[in-house]
Nanobody, 124 residues
Framework: QVELVESGGGLVQPGGSLRLSCAAS????????MGWYRQAPGKQREMVAS???????NYEDSVKGRFTVSRDNAKNMVYLQMNRLKPEDTAVYYC??????????????????WGQGTQVTVSS
C-alpha cells in the first residue's frame, strides 16, 4: 500500500555531488525508519544511511562525513545528499521504508517497502 519513487541519480566525476530524493505515497501512516541502500555490480546490497521517525540517523562507515540523510514528514520525502563522491560509490541506490502496525490480536509487526532504484555512477 506504500509506493516509493527515487530520483536524482546520474553520472558525476569523482569529488562531485548528487542529491537523491524519495517520495512516499499511498497508505503512509505509521512509517518508522526510512533509509537508503545500494548495490554495486557483483556485490551484496548494503545499507548506506537511515533516519528514524524521531530524526536520529545512522551511516555506513565509508560514507560518514560525506553523505547526509534527511526527511520531511510533511512532504513524505526522504533525501540523501552525497558529497565528495568516489568511484566506489557507484551503485544502484534504493529507498526503503518500514511501516509498523498491530495485529487484531495485539501483536506488533513491521512491513518493508522498496523503491525501484536509481543509478549513481562516479567516473572520470
Amino acid at each position: 500500500q506504500v509506493e516509493l519513487v527515487e530520483s536524482g541519480g546520474g553520472l558525476v566525476q569523482p569529488g562531485g555531488s548528487l542529491r537523491l530524493s524519495c517520495a512516499a505515497s499511498g497508505s503512509i501512516f505509521s512509517l518508522n525508519d526510512m533509509g537508503w541502500y545500494r548495490q554495486a555490480p557483483g556485490k551484496q546490497r548494503e545499507m548506506v544511511a537511515s533516519i528514524s521517525s524521531d530524526f536520529s540517523t545512522n551511516y555506513e562507515d565509508s560514507v560518514k562525513g560525506r553523505f547526509t540523510v534527511s526527511r520531511d514528514n510533511a512532504k513524505n520525502m526522504v533525501y540523501l545528499q552525497m558529497n565528495r563522491l568516489k568511484p566506489e560509490d557507484t551503485a544502484v541506490y534504493y529507498c526503503k521504508a518500514a511501516q509498523s502496525g498491530v495485529s487484531m490480536y495485539g501483536n506488533p509487526y513491521e512491513y518493508d517497502y522498496w523503491g525501484q532504484g536509481t543509478q549513481v555512477t562516479v567516473s572520470s
